[in-house]
T-cell receptor, first 111, second 114 residues
């Protein structure tokens, strides 16, 4: 089955700098890759997603890139702000099969 | 829209007791998912329903766990008897289409089994 690896497990950046989180997946047939943000005491919330027919997607300060050949995708957050501090999860899915999540990255934005 | 609603938000119980977690999906969504989150294992899918029918329960850890979805607006996850290793945060999520649409998560139920 699908396996998703996420790195790094923790990331600390200065406010205003960029943050990058990377994920690799094992099943080349996976075609949907969402990113979730989880704040303390809350459920994961979708922040951006990308499908395999697109190489990059951007939404304001957040962007996701997908490299199907290398089977990896990345989350990029620019101009980070304190409210970006949270745990971020990547996931992968093939068709209508279940989402497989990465282990999460705890992002801390230092003022 | 109120989003996915879960109750209770926190549950503390003693080993051997029955625990029932409840979920109300977003209106109009026809897929419902139960997840468990722990530090050691991360987010794990336990079971998911499509149109109230269980589709994949391969993530249910053992027979002590059971889930039902009697109608489109309500689901339960039951643990009987509960054990300390069941302590975790349990999330319910829902989506519009049969596993192919965005999943929206509820706030979770933090379960502690003493």
């Amino acid at each position: 089955g699908e396996n998703v690896e996420q790195h790094p497990s923790t990331l600390s950046v200065q406010e205003g700098d960029s943050a990058v989180i990377k994920c690799t997946y094992s099943d080349s047939a996976s075609n949907y890759f969402p990113w979730y943000k989880q704040e303390l005491g809350k459920g994961p919330q979708l922040i951006i997603d990308i499908r395999s027919n697109v190489g990059e997607k951007k939404d304001q300060r957040i962007a996701v890139t997908l490299n199907k050949t290398a089977k990896h995708f990345s989350l990029h957050i620019t101009e980070t702000q304190p409210e970006d501090s949270a745990v971020y999860f990547c996931a992968a899915r093939k068709g209508a099969q279940k989402l497989v999540f990465g282990q999460g990255t705890r992002l801390t934005i230092n003022p | 829209d109120a989003g996915v609603i879960q109750s209770p938000r926190h549950e503390v119980t003693e080993m051997g007791q029955e625990v029932t977690l409840r979920c109300k999906p977003i209106s109009g969504h026809n897929s419902l998912f139960w997840y468990r989150q722990t530090m050691m294992r991360g987010l794990e899918l336990l079971i998911y329903f499509n149109n109230n029918v269980p589709i994949d329960d391969s993530g249910m850890p053992e027979d002590r766990f059971s889930a039902k979805m009697p109608n489109a607006s309500f689901s339960t996850l039951k643990i009987q008897p509960s054990e300390p290793r069941d302590s975790a945060v349990y999330f319910c999520a829902s989506s519009r289409a049969s596993g192919q649409d965005t999943q929206y998560f509820g706030p979770g139920t933090r379960l502690t089994v003493l």
